[in-house]
């Protein structure tokens, strides 16, 4: 599809940006976010560290960029740090064991990855480690690690029973004694384990969690914890557990969205990149980019994704104009049917486009088109399309406010349609402390702009 518009892959590509030397020009801006960071991850060889903000606003694009800078000391100043190369998904089902063993896997991964990548051999209790990990060691299971000690202490010697059986404090030992290894035999001063949606999690799980790694898997040495959630993840942790609240670096780093010049900026880099031809422009106009912009707050994901999405429905209605074209139908089922409907494409998307752009009001019918079909494609009842419309006119809503709106009671405002409709990205959370607002978000602003919810 995208050869049609000029370019070898799509300007719009929603993946986040890896710890990669070719991914750290595609971030753009974000200079007071990196100072934080880096001025935070120099205070200690270890901590707990707090990333947050809304969804799709770029954190882990950001984190991962930054990740890359201060493991290849290309960052101005900062520790020279292992980068997590897989972040640990948290998820709703998940055990606290099974959470703290896939953080053992992923610091391994980890310096599996660098290792590879640059040609060294995987120190020897790292990869048994692995094994031990895979359930394929030698010795029943059981493994004997050196860890090193602190302060040219001598260090200990800890046994290891199989993963199965393994106690927070054996995993701590396995955590502990590859961090020993990503400093005495890698020479970095930490490695990063960082544990991603922690939003998954309910508030009870999250203290769970927080007490359970307090005194184990957040007090080894040499590493440092991420934990990265949505906006306000810092006051609620600080509200479940002062204790773990006290042990994280600063009060946390809020990722807020890039403005809109910065959007601009970021998307004629990758348009640049990827165009065939040099001073290619963008299939949309910047026109486009800020509505999708304003009605996601800034979500530079989501305004990505629609973009794609956009371009997406309008070569499909170009193709499907030159199918039933009469000229493209004589040479249907002939050898050269492939080539002539291609050349008939690509003169059709030729006179659409307006100096090389789709004009906005043919991408706003397309865009209307797309959030109507998405809408539909929820089922949501006539309540709560109400609801969504009544948050869209007031502009936010929290549970309290439950007497402005169409429904029974606060619970059931709560429980069935606040955290109901914003785990179908309708709403976007705020959270301070323990009170929650909710507003309007992606499709659900779109639909409200385009009176599909009335």
């Known amino acids: 599809m995208w050869e049609s518009l000029g370019f070898r892959e799509s300007p719009y590509n929603t993946n986040p940006l890896l710890p990669r030397a070719e991914d750290i020009d595609l971030l753009v801006g974000r200079d007071s976010e990196a100072t934080e960071l880096c001025t935070q991850l120099g ?70 990855a660098w290792c590879t990548l640059n040609s060294q051999p995987i120190p020897k209790q790292v990869k048994e480690i692995g094994e031990w990990l895979a359930g394929t060691g030698t010795s029943a299971f059981s493994l004997g690690v050196s860890i090193l000690g602190c302060g040219g202490s001598m260090g200990r010697t800890a046994q290891l029973p199989k993963a199965s059986d393994a106690s927070f404090e054996a995993i701590a030992d396995a955590l502990a004694a590859m961090s020993s290894e990503v400093v005495s035999t890698l020479g970095f001063k930490s490695a990063v384990i960082a544990l991603d949606n922690l939003e998954n999690l309910s508030d009870e799980q999250l203290g769970s969690m927080l007490i359970s790694f307090r005194d184990t898997l957040f007090s080894i040495a040499n590493v440092w914890w991420v934990l990265i959630g949505q906006s306000g993840l810092g006051s609620l942790i600080q509200s479940l557990d002062p204790r773990v609240f006290e042990r994280t670096t600063g009060s946390g780093i809020e990722i807020r969205p890039i403005e809109i010049r910065e959007l601009h900026e970021a998307i004629a880099i990758r348009v640049s990149r990827f165009h065939n031809s040099k001073g290619g422009k963008s299939p949309l106009t910047e026109e486009t980019h800020k509505r999708l912009y304003e009605a996601s707050f800034g979500e530079m994901r989501f305004v990505l994704k629609y973009s794609n999405s956009i371009c997406a429905k309008f070569v499909e209605v170009v193709r499907d104009q030159v199918l039933n074209s009469p000229a493209i139908k004589v040479v249907q089922n002939t050898s050269g049917f492939k080539k002539t409907f291609e050349t008939a494409i690509n003169a059709s998307i030729g006179r659409m486009l307006i100096n090389q752009q789709l004009a906005h009001p043919q991408a706003a019918s397309f865009l209307r088109k797309i959030v109507e079909s998405e809408l539909k494609g929820l089922y949501l009842n006539a309540k709560e399309m109400a609801v969504l419309e009544a948050i869209g006119k007031a502009g936010q809503a929290r549970a309290s406010d439950f007497k402005n709106f169409p429904v029974r009671s606060m619970q059931d405002f709560s429980s069935n349609y ?22 309007l978000r992606g499709i659900a602003q779109l639909s409200h702009t385009f009176g599909l919810l009335a």
């Open 418 to 439: 606040l955290t109901k409709l914003h785990r179908q990205n309708l709403l976007t959370r705020k959270q301070e402390g323990r009170t929650v607002t909710y507003r």
């Open 43 to 112: 205070t200690s060889s270890g901590g707990v560290l707090v990333l947050s903000g809304t969804p799709g606003v770029g954190k882990t694009s950001f984190f991962n960029v930054q990740q890359y800078r201060l493991e290849n000391d290309l960052a101005p100043f900062g520790p020279k740090l292992l980068a997590a190369r897989t972040l640990c998904p948290v998820q709703p089902t998940d055990d606290l064991k099974r959470l703290a063993l896939r953080a053992v896997d992923s610091l391994y991964r980890s310096i599996h």
